[in-house]
């Protein structure tokens, strides 16, 4: 069973960049899709982006399209989502999550593995 963990999280000033890296042992990686989920002190888990085993495919949600990029190193086991012009609706807990097999998913409930996720605040 994969594990994940996520790091890169931590304060940036709006309009800046952080790129968050998601971690995966136990498991091939490439055997995997992968999202990332955000979810606000009081808000439902939220999904951000998702891409599939082989890297070719990605999805965005609307409220991020243009300012995150989703990729992953299968050599590394690694994951990453990249964020820049980050403004004041983007601070969360963002997760990670791996299914195993092909296509993208939006789903939260369409992920079984998580990781416990990184803090990301923005300051004004």
């Known amino acids: 069973q994969v594990q994940l963990v996520e790091s890169g999280g931590g304060l940036v000033q709006a309009g800046g960049s952080l790129r968050l890296s998601c971690v995966a042992s136990?498991?091939?990686?490439?055997?995997?899709?992968m999202g990332w989920f955000r979810q606000a002190p009081g808000k439902e888990r939220e999904f951000v982006a998702g891409i599939n085993w082989t890297g070719g495919a990605t999805v965005y949600a609307d409220s991020v399209n243009g300012r995150v990029t989703i990729s992953r190193d299968h050599a590394g086991n690694t994951g990453y989502l990249q964020m820049n012009n980050l403004n004041l609706e983007d601070p969360a807990v963002y997760s990670c999550a791996a299914k195993r097999g092909g296509g993208v998913w939006r789903g939260p409930h369409d992920y079984p593995h998580w990781g416990q996720g990184t803090q990301v605040t923005v300051s004004s």
């Open positions: 136990g498991g091939t990686f490439g055997l995997y899709a």
